[in-house]
């Protein structure tokens, strides 16, 4: 501490070990919170077509097209040391070739700050829902869920499940006209 | 860089030490303030803020040496001529 240098070290040190203490007392308070809450979901349209995916192999898969309703109430979900959460929608199925499929149908993010309370009518997915094979052809137990991932400031990136599901067939029939 | 020089810059021993528990203290206080104000209002950046207010505040009490850091400087002895310390050194 004799010197102006050695002063200024001393402080900053001090100050940024403070900082990590804090931080970690940010992420102690919230880590054991239960993240959790009730989403309702819906389907509206679900037709399922047989086109070739040009993006793999050109040969023909099963295409599914729904159109999906979604009400859920998020803004209990944030504190001090969540700064955004990203929400993405998932079909869960099982077909001859695979136990578990999953596909990502829609996602989106919501800033702290931004509206939590969403409530979608008739949304059109954001992402292709194919199969790898015939699977979604008459596939009668394909499961919608609501998952979030909550970016902290500091701690953990959690996975979190949503409260409800919702379970629904394709047609047994190919749509083959343009939609 | 004479007039770099020419800025005192010294703290006696008694004040370096009061320097560093001055700012120990402030520094613990913003952030213990910092903390319960970001968890009043659910912020964090403000606590980041408040701990930051602490830290300048602390830079400028205990970096610059200011006069109430100088009070007790060091009481050296009168120098002696070298004839008495050799005595000195025969007698023990």
Known sequence: ?179 | MDFLNSIPTHMDFDGQAKAEKYSRVIITLFGAVGLIWGYIIQQFSQTVYILAAGFLLASIITIPPWPIYRKRPLQWQKPRSTDSNETKKKKK
Not at chain 1, 10 to 34: E, G, K, M, N
Not at chain 1, 80 to 93: D, H, R, S
Not at chain 1, 148 to 164: K, Q, R, S, V, Y
């Open chain 1, 1 to 179: 501490m004799h010197s102006v240098l050695q002063r200024g070290n001393a402080i900053l040190a001090y100050a940024l070990s403070v900082l990590a203490f804090l931080t970690f007392l940010c992420f102690a308070s919230t880590v054991f919170l239960d993240y959790r809450t009730k989403a309702d979901m819906n389907t509206v349209k679900v037709v399922v077509k047989n086109v070739p995916d040009y993006s793999a192999s050109r040969e023909k898969n099963d295409l599914g097209f729904l159109t999906f309703d979604l009400q859920t109430d998020l803004s209990s979900l944030f504190n001090w040391n969540v700064k955004q959460l990203f929400l993405y929608l998932t079909a869960e199925y099982e077909t001859a070739n695979n136990q578990l499929n999953q596909v990502v149908l829609w996602d989106k993010i919501i800033l702290r700050g931004e509206n939590a309370v969403l409530d979608f009518k008739n949304m059109n997915t954001k992402y292709y829902f194919w199969d790898d094979g015939n699977g979604l052809k008459g596939n009668n137990n394909v499961t919608l869920t609501l998952s979030w991932n909550i970016i902290p400031n500091a701690g953990l990136l959690p996975n979190i499940f949503a409260h409800g599901s919702h379970s629904f067939k394709f047609p047994i029939e190919y749509t083959t006209s343009r939609m």
